[in-house]
């Protein structure tokens, strides 16, 4: 099975998203280059998956039919949703060497029949309207330029009455790294997040309805900084947005961002995660 590589939809989806401030093509290099370093690496994404599996509510009709993961990465959903009763998963992700470490993974499972593998990008789907019965999404919207535009294109896919499980970051993600970068330049050096009062707005102008909402921050904590920097360099979760400054400055700038990082009462140092759940219907 080839993974399938479409990467426009329809010249209406183009016209309606903004002038992108990252580029999309060095977000799905970095993922593709960690694909084989993401799962030992991914516990919060990992720990983020898990919740929302949770979350998704059970027993329903609509939990059966064709679902999408979008920004499926190595594919760590695809079984436990299919433990649920769908009966055909879409793995949908904007870097081809994730799907095609997933697609590697899941060769030989008992589920491959079940899976398909698609290269788009999440803003512009290549599914017909109304088609798909649920979409499951971990950790990628985040990386939207433009929720509002992203959201009404999930929808757009979706039929009537269906679930769209997200799980996402909010600001203040990274914040120990954020303000340790800070006393050094004013460079970004921390992607942006989107504010959760922002995204329930979108989901009330789209009409989708919050079926369950949560809110936590988890924390990772290494024992050192070359450990934490290789470690978001495993997951892909590298600096993309605009102004950013190439590389990471240098032996010098690195060890001023050590005297600035703090460390708990251990002496580790913590990277923190505002995670956000939300489980919407369509209307």
Same mark, same amino acid.
């Given at each position: ?8 939809? @329809? %010249?209406? &989806?183009? !016209? ?10 060095? +977000? ?23 919740r929302l599996l949770t979350f998704i509510p059970e027993g329903a009709e609509k939990n059966s039919g ?13 079984? /436990? ?5 769908i009966r055909h998963l879409t793995g949908v992700d904007l870097a081809e060497g994730m799907l095609q ?71 203040? %993600? ?11 330049? !004013? ?21 989708? !309805? ?8 988890? @924390? ?13 360099? &495993?997951?892909? &979760? ?23 990082? /703090? ?6 140092? /913590?990277?923190?995660?505002? +995670? ?8």
């Amino acid at each position: 099975m080839n993974v399938i590589n479409i990467e426009t939809h @329809t %010249t209406r &989806a183009k !016209e309606a998203q903004p002038k992108a401030k990252r580029d999309k093509k060095q +977000v799905a290099r970095q993922f593709s280059r960690a694909a084989e370093s993401y799962d030992q690496a991914a516990t919060i994404q990992q720990q983020a998956i898990e919740r929302l599996l949770t979350f998704i509510p059970e027993g329903a009709e609509k939990n059966s039919g064709h679902w999408l993961d979008i920004g499926c990465g190595t594919g760590a959903a695809f079984e /436990p949703l299919l433990d649920k009763g769908i009966r055909h998963l879409t793995g949908v992700d904007l870097a081809e060497g994730m799907l095609q470490f997933a697609q590697q993974q899941k060769a030989d499972s008992d589920v491959i029949n079940q899976l398909e593998f698609v290269q788009a990008d999440a803003d512009e789907l290549p599914f017909h309207d109304g088609s798909k019965n649920g979409i499951f999404s971990s950790l990628m919207l985040q990386w939207s330029e433009n929720p509002l535009h992203t959201l009404n294109e999930w929808r757009r896919v979706l039929k009537p009455d269906s679930t769209l499980a997200i799980a996402t970051l909010l600001p203040g %993600t990274q914040q120990e790294l954020s303000d340790a970068w800070h006393e050094i330049d !004013e460079r970004p050096h921390v992607n942006q997040f989107v504010e959760k009062q922002r995204l329930l707005d979108i989901c009330e102008q789209l009409d989708l !309805e919050v079926i369950s909402q949560h809110q936590e921050c988890l @924390t990772e904590r290494y024992d050192s900084l070359t450990e934490l920097l290789r470690s978001l360099k &495993a997951i892909g &979760a590298t600096n993309v947005n605009s102004g950013r400054k190439s590389g990471l400055g240098g032996r010098a700038a690195l060890k001023q961002l050590d005297q600035f990082y /703090p460390r708990d009462n251990h002496g580790k140092l /913590p990277v923190s995660y505002q +995670v956000f759940w939300l489980v919407l219907r369509k209307n």
